[in-house]
T-cell receptor, first 117, second 111 residues
Framework: EPEVTQTPSHQVTQMGQEVILRCVPI?????FYWYRQILGQKVEFLVS????????KSEIFDDQFSVERPDGSNFTLKIRSTKLEDSAMYFC???????????????FGDGTRLSIL | DAKTTQPPSMDCAEGRAANLPCNHS???????VYWYRQIHSQGPQYIIH???NNETNEMASLIITEDRKSSTLILPHATLRDTAVYYC????????????FGSGTQLTVLP
């Protein structure tokens, strides 16, 4: 069964450094998402992406964050200058997004654990 | 999106059916009910979704009451690997919009 893959599984970065998290969504999917989960807390939405632009973003997704689909298969999340509070699991998701009702489910990857030192 | 309410925790004996309830009394007519689970900090895993009819797939069954104010996820023969946090989410579009995860129900399957 096709799946969303994320790399790396664990990323350790010094505070203030830039980090790029990578995702390969399921191949025929049109909507892409990033979520994060701070240890012991809820899964939180960051951003959704469709047709090469951001379609929705949360308050968390400030100017330090950006997303890109650099080619036909990858979807990336960049944090420009990391802070200690960016330490979390980051999950990528994708959905087909086809049809009028758009009720296809989102499918998640297993995440990248980001640790900021 | 309609607010959902789930019990914080439940236990179930291995091999028995696990019935996980979800209350969504303010759900609107065009909101679907989605169920996901998260096994020990892995990514949320999609289980099933429905609008008003009962649904079944290889993982679970979803029973939605006639008034749509509540639903039950049924895992017919729970195994130890079903131990996870289960999330019930009501939303107009599971595909084009953010999913709002609550605290979910921690299901523990006991040997």
């Amino acid at each position: 069964e096709p799946e969303v893959t994320q790399t790396p599984s664990h990323q350790v970065t010094q505070m203030g450094q830039e980090v790029i998290l990578r995702c390969v969504p399921i191949s025929n999917h049109l909507y892409f998402y990033w979520y994060r989960q701070i240890l012991g807390q809820k899964v939180e939405f960051l951003v959704s992406f469709y047709n090469n632009e951001i379609s929705e973003k949360s308050e968390i997704f400030d100017d330090q964050f950006s997303v890109e689909r650099p080619d036909g298969s990858n979807f990336t999340l960049k944090i420009r200058s990391t802070k200690l509070e960016d330490s979390a699991m980051y999950f990528c998701a994708s959905s087909e997004g086809q049809g009028f009702t758009l009720h296809d489910p989102q499918h998640f990857g297993d995440g990248t654990r980001l640790s900021i030192l | 999106d309609a607010k959902t309410t789930q019990p914080p925790s439940m236990d179930c004996a291995e091999g028995r059916a696990a019935n996980l309830p979800c209350n969504h009394s303010t759900i609107s007519g065009n909101e679907y009910v989605y169920w996901y689970r998260q096994i020990h900090s892995q990514g949320p895993q999609y289980i099933i979704h429905g609008l008003k009819n009962n649904e079944t797939n290889e993982m679970a069954s979803l029973i939605i009451t006639e008034d749509r104010k509540s639903s039950t996820l049924i895992l017919p023969h729970a195994t130890l690997r079903d131990t996870a946090v289960y999330y019930c989410i009501a939303t107009v579009s599971g595909s084009a919009r953010q999913l709002t995860f609550g605290s979910g129900t921690q299901l523990t399957v006991l040997p």
